[in-house]
């Protein structure tokens, strides 16, 4: 399966800041996904970040506030813009495995946010 | 649209007892299935996936699951625990074919007593 790291793994940030989270994976792939896990909660999608068009957003979440960057088949970013206590949870990112065929994902280590 | 029902919250099991973890799908078809674990602190581990063939799946860490379509489930089984596999369990969906999202459960959060 890919390796997939993210930077940074966790940050504190005041309300009304930006924070921008980079996804790195060791191979191509076509398919990059974005979710959000809110405290104690389950895996929510943000989007679906393909490379070379805009990124698809899931109802409830719109690019003003999470703007996606999928420059090439390797690296993604998340921006959690503006933000607000309610935006503090784990980001993890997720690729699509060697079948997209399949749906099968593998997820990064996440990154935890805390807004204060 | 598809969706993931786990109806335990949190299970206790004793170390070196048998677990049952459960899920169930709505789904007009049979869908792709999946079991993740989530460990303290860390990102998903993929443990195992359906998607035809043999109802019985094996996969890492000593885990199986099988599907069975009368009753809509896909319940993840561990013959004998380990104080390692504490953690976050999801169950998760995603529509017979490609390029479609994956469908989280709430999750399960296993604890393991001596």
């Known amino acids: 399966s890919a390796v997939i790291s993210q930077k940074p793994s966790r940050d504190i940030c005041q309300r009304g800041t930006s924070l921008t989270i980079q996804c790195q994976v060791d191979?191509?792939?076509?398919?990059m996904f974005w979710y959000r896990q809110q405290p104690g909660q389950s895996l929510t999608l943000i989007a679906t970040?393909?490379?070379?068009?805009?990124?698809?957003?899931e109802s409830g979440f719109v690019i003003d506030k999470f703007p996606i960057s999928r420059p090439n088949l390797t690296f993604s970013t998340l921006t959690v813009s503006n933000m607000s206590p309610e935006d503090s949870s784990i980001y993890l990112c997720?690729?699509?495995?060697?079948?997209?065929?399949?749906?099968?994902?593998?997820f990064g280590p996440g990154t935890r946010l805390t807004v204060t | 649209a598809q969706s993931v029902t786990q109806p335990d919250i949190h299970i206790t099991v004793s170390e070196g007892a048998s677990l049952e973890l459960r899920c169930n799908y709505s789904?007009?078809?049979?869908?792709?299935l999946f079991w993740y674990v989530q460990s303290p602190g860390q990102g998903l581990q993929l443990l195992l996936k359906?998607?035809?063939?043999?109802?019985l799946v094996q996969g890492i860490k000593g885990f199986e699951a099988e599907f069975k379509r009368s009753q809509s489930s896909f319940n993840l089984r561990k013959p004998s625990v380990h104080w390692s596999d504490a953690a976050e369990y999801f169950c998760?969906?995603?529509?017979?074919?490609?390029?479609?999202?994956?469908?989280f459960g709430t999750g399960t959060r296993l604890t393991i007593i001596p």
């Open positions: 998760a969906v995603a529509p017979p074919f490609g390029n479609e999202k994956l469908t």
């Open positions: 789904y007009g078809a049979t869908p792709y």
């Open positions: 359906y998607f035809s063939g043999d109802t």
């Open positions: 191979s191509q792939v076509t398919m």
């Open positions: 970040a393909n490379q070379g068009s805009e990124a698809t957003y």
């Open positions: 997720s690729v699509s495995g060697p079948d997209a065929g399949t749906n099968e994902q593998y």
